[in-house]
């Protein structure tokens, strides 16, 4: 049964950062892409950045590039989101998701970022 579980939302100023983690289990985690998507307050599920089961290819929406960096730890079967440079408009829930990214992509239950001051 495949599992993903994020971790390390919170409550950020602007400017300020945070670390997103994502724990997978049940599958082999190496052997799949990966990515983040975030879901703001009343708007619907945009992706935001995605990497190959070797991290050697890596992509970023426009929004987020330069500021958010994603990697993986094959070994922890473990997806990170390292975010800096926070804007309130990076407000959202946060997911990770197995495989490439889609709308019916398999999803964990999100962690909530919130950017204010």
């Known amino acids: 049964q495949v599992q993903l579980v994020e971790s390390g939302g919170g409550l950020a100023q602007p400017g300020g950062s945070l670390r997103l983690s994502c724990a997978a289990s049940g599958f082999t985690f190496s052997n799949y892409p990966m990515f983040w998507a975030r879901q703001a307050p009343g708007k619907g599920l945009e992706w935001v950045s995605g990497?190959?089961?070797?991290?050697?290819?890596?992509r970023y929406v426009d929004s987020v590039k330069g500021r958010f960096t994603i990697s993986r730890d094959n070994a922890k079967n473990t997806l990170y989101l390292q975010m800096s440079s926070l804007k309130p408009e990076d407000t959202a829930l946060y997911y990770c998701g197995k495989g490439y990214y889609s709308s019916g992509s398999v999803r964990g239950q999100g962690t909530q970022v919130t950017v204010s001051s």
């Open positions: 990497i190959v089961s070797d991290g050697s290819i890596i």
